[in-house]
């Protein structure tokens, strides 16, 4: 049977920073309220680059550390809830750009497990199709979703992509067992980006675009019950001991999220990294963006044993296991 392997993983973000000090001098916070309740003290915010620009400099270190031809490239995904437009999609600007004339395009929006869901679509595509290379990106620019005179949501979300080049091959497989969940009927306990209807026609005025609204507490309560049990499940669906992980790569979304997930775990802290500190909640992209620095900083080798799990609005989750 043919297997998957990741071939590359790369990242970009915004060079314009915003740290909480900033913040404080146009809302109320401060640099202490902010990094004592999430862990985070800065992030990238992106000027004139919509999430396309950024996905496409991602797509473009791939193509150039694998140093493979475009034409090879099957499949784009591009998973995001900030994308460009409607439509055309996120992904068929990046295929646009690249110039990978045989690609298929498309995003998912899955909010923050949407890297986790593309990353299993494309490997169950790659295996049914002669798909050679697959690329996946999580890509985000939240800032132009964000209310910035809110402090319980603006201080938390940041901008950037990161992603990964799947390779078809005959000896190498990345991957070991994934679990998908949906809760639907907690989809308003998230919701970025929404529209109404008109009321009449002809309609007084355009459509009005809500930015982010969030209860804290009911996400925080159903990612630090609900990530604990989907790793687990994976685990148990496929027979691997969580002492046996190298390393639990989780949403950035709060330092004391991953902490209690940890503690339920029953697994040492230093298994699960962070950068929430420097980049914020990246949604999409936080999962392949510590990946990627991961990576860039010699932290991951072949061998090792890896869980990647996101989880967000829809409300959403996702666990993988990764073999390097």
């Known amino acids: 049977m043919k297997k998957v392997k990741i071939n590359q993983i790369a990242s970009y973000v915004p060079a314009y920073t915003v740290s909480n000090d900033d913040l404080s001098q146009i809302m109320d916070t401060s640099d202490e309220w902010i990094s004592t ?27 150039a550390k694998a140093q493979i031809p475009v034409d090879e490239i099957g499949l784009i995904i591009v998973a995001t809830m900030s994308p460009d437009a409607c439509t055309p999609s996120t992904a068929a600007l990046v295929q646009g750009q690249i ?27 790659m295996r049914m199709s002669d798909f050679k290379y697959a690329i996946v990106i999580g890509g985000e620019v939240l800032s132009k979703e964000v ?29 070991t067992g994934t679990d998908l969940k949906t809760f639907g009927n907690l989809g308003d306990r998230l919701v970025a980006g929404e529209t ?15 930015p ?11 990612a630090t019950t609900e990530v ?27 330092i ?44 991951l080798h072949a061998g090792q044993t890896i869980i990647l799990s996101g989880f967000g609005g829809g409300l959403t989750i996702g666990s993988q296991i990764i073999k390097l």
């Open 256 to 299: 004391r999220i991953i902490k209690s997930i940890a503690k339920k775990l029953n697994q040492p802290l230093t298994k699960f990294p962070n950068n929430m500190e420097r980049y914020g909640n990246t949604s999409a992209a936080s999962v392949p963006l510590l990946l990627a620095e991961m990576r860039e900083n010699g932290e």
């Open 37 to 63: 309740r999430t862990g985070i003290r800065e992030r990238r915010i992106s000027l004139n680059e919509n999430t396309s620009v950024l996905c496409t400099k991602v797509a473009q270190q791939l193509i």
């Open 147 to 175: 209310d910035w005179t809110d402090r319980t949501s603006a201080v938390l979300f940041g901008d950037g992509a990161a992603g990964a080049l799947l390779e078809a091959n005959n000896d190498v497989e990345a991957f």
């Open 196 to 210: 109404n209807p008109i009321g009449e026609f002809p309609p007084a005025q355009f459509t009005t675009f809500h």
């Open 99 to 125: 110039k990978a004339p045989n690609a298929i395009a498309f995003d998912i929006s899955a909010a923050c497990s949407g890297f986790i869901y593309g990353m299993e679509i494309a490997q169950k595509m």
């Open 228 to 254: 604990p049990n989907s790793i687990e499940r994976v685990c148990d669906q496929n027979h691997v001991s969580l002492n046996e992980v190298d390393y639990f790569i989780l949403h950035q979304a709060n």
């Open 212 to 222: 982010f609204k969030m209860d804290g507490r009911a996400v925080y309560k159903f």
